[in-house]
């Protein structure tokens, strides 16, 4: 099992507001923390106004459901969390 991502509650409601905000779809994904997701799945970059006040989002991206968001290692496609919306 994946260990949790160390975000504080500020910073998971930082995450979710930018993400409200942006135009990235919002995708049917079954997926959860440490599940490799297939190579064609479409994430989106976080906002850079959220990499500077969240510094780890840098090296992530993130995929929009209608429940959650979760965040992705873009470059294999492992889930690293996720975010209740």
Same mark, same amino acid.
């Not at 923390?33 to 190579?39: E, G, K, S, T």
């Not at 989002?57 to 929009?64: N, P, V, Y």
């Given at each position: 099992?994946?260990?949790?991502? @160390?975000?504080?509650?500020?910073?998971?409601?930082?995450?979710?507001?930018?993400?409200?905000?942006?135009?990235? &779809?919002?995708?049917? *994904?079954? #997926?959860?923390? @440490?599940?490799?997701? &297939? @190579?064609?799945?479409? #994430?989106?970059?976080?906002? #850079?106004?959220?990499?500077?006040?969240?510094?780890?989002?840098?090296?992530?991206?993130? %995929?929009?459901? $209608?429940? $959650? %968001?979760?965040?992705?290692?873009?470059?294999?496609?492992? *889930? %690293?969390?996720?975010?209740?919306?």
């Amino acid at each position: 099992m994946a260990a949790p991502l @160390a975000l504080t509650d500020a910073q998971k409601h930082r995450i979710i507001e930018s993400v409200a905000k942006s135009n990235a &779809p919002v995708t049917r *994904v079954d #997926a959860k923390p @440490a599940d490799v997701l &297939p @190579a064609t799945t479409q #994430a989106s970059e976080f906002a #850079a106004d959220v990499k500077s006040d969240v510094p780890m989002t840098s090296d992530f991206q993130f %995929i929009r459901t $209608k429940e $959650k %968001i979760l965040l992705v290692r873009a470059p294999n496609m492992i *889930v %690293i969390g996720e975010i209740a919306n």
